[in-house]
């Protein structure tokens, strides 16, 4: 998980960010916590948040859950639903499962948009996995072990197809796909058409987790 400040056109504002490079992006204990106490960080300053989405998901595995890998894991969770700043979120590549909803506040319809570059990928899970478990029996039916394979790959490049991020948008799962180098625009567009005399009615976050 990466987090960091910084600026557009002078107005200040929070990243949070997965790292591609370090399992892929999936979000364990650690990385749930980080993310986490950084939005309480933002929260307590008064600076919206940019969120840069690129997870397959949470980690799973013994390992991790042996770390109370759902315990920190619905930390984003609790922190996002009581925000009082607003997040943009920018769906970058990989956008699955909870660890998705991680990253968007705890809901798709938390930010104060979503949107997602032509490359990115949406589901409720892996979609390896999501064939896997929801086509089990299908699979088993079939006894030659090359044909089953054949027909396994059919069916993640269907899911595949639907989980792009232009049918996302047609679902209304997303605001808009856009070109990378809009982006920009879009995250100075969104932070300007807030009234600034709003947020500094809500209330303060009085104290940021030190742990």
Same mark, same amino acid.
């Given at each position: 998980?990466?987090?960091?400040?910084?600026?557009?056109?002078?107005?200040?504002?929070?990243?949070?960010?997965?790292?591609?490079?370090?399992?892929?992006?999936?979000?364990?204990?650690?990385?749930?916590?980080?993310?986490?106490?950084?939005?309480?960080?933002?929260?307590?300053?008064?600076?919206?948040?940019?969120?840069?989405?690129?997870?397959?998901?949470?980690?799973?595995?013994? !390992?991790?859950?042996? &770390?109370?890998?759902?315990?920190?894991?619905?930390?984003?969770?609790?922190?996002?639903?009581?925000? &009082? !700043?607003?997040?943009?979120? !920018?769906?970058?590549?990989?956008?699955?499962?909870?660890?998705?909803?991680?990253?968007?506040?705890?809901?798709?319809?938390?930010?104060?948009?979503?949107?997602?570059?032509?490359?990115?990928?949406?589901?409720?899970?892996?979609?390896?996995?999501?064939?896997?478990?929801?086509?089990?029996?299908?699979?088993?039916?079939?006894?030659?072990?090359?044909?089953?394979?054949?027909?396994?790959?059919?069916?993640?490049?269907?899911?595949?197809?639907?989980?792009?991020?232009?049918?996302?948008?047609?679902?209304?799962? !997303?605001?808009?796909? @856009?070109?990378?180098?809009?982006?920009?625009?879009?995250?100075?567009?969104?932070?300007?058409?807030?009234?600034?005399?709003? @947020?500094?009615?809500?209330?303060?976050?009085?104290?940021?987790?030190?742990?």
């Amino acid at each position: 998980m990466v987090t960091g400040l910084g600026r557009v056109e002078g107005i200040p504002f929070g990243v949070i960010a997965n790292n591609a490079a370090v399992s892929g992006g999936a979000i364990d204990s650690e990385a749930a916590d980080k993310a986490a106490r950084f939005m309480q960080l933002c929260d307590a300053h008064r600076l919206p948040i940019l969120s840069l989405c690129d997870t397959p998901g949470n980690m799973i595995g013994p !390992v991790s859950e042996a &770390t109370g890998l759902v315990r920190h894991c619905s930390r984003p969770f609790v922190v996002g639903a009581n925000l &009082t !700043v607003p997040i943009f979120a !920018v769906l970058v590549r990989k956008a699955y499962g909870l660890g998705r909803q991680s990253m968007l506040g705890g809901s798709m319809r938390a930010p104060q948009f979503t949107v997602a570059w032509p490359g990115a990928e949406y589901g409720s899970m892996g979609l390896e996995g999501q064939v896997k478990a929801g086509r089990r029996r299908e699979l088993e039916a079939i006894n030659d072990p090359e044909e089953r394979d054949r027909r396994f790959q059919e069916m993640v490049d269907e899911l595949f197809d639907k989980a792009r991020a232009v049918n996302a948008a047609a679902a209304f799962s !997303v605001d808009e796909v @856009l070109d990378p180098v809009d982006t920009r625009a879009w995250l100075t567009a969104g932070i300007r058409s807030l009234d600034p005399a709003t @947020l500094a009615k809500r209330e303060r976050r009085s104290h940021v987790d030190t742990w």
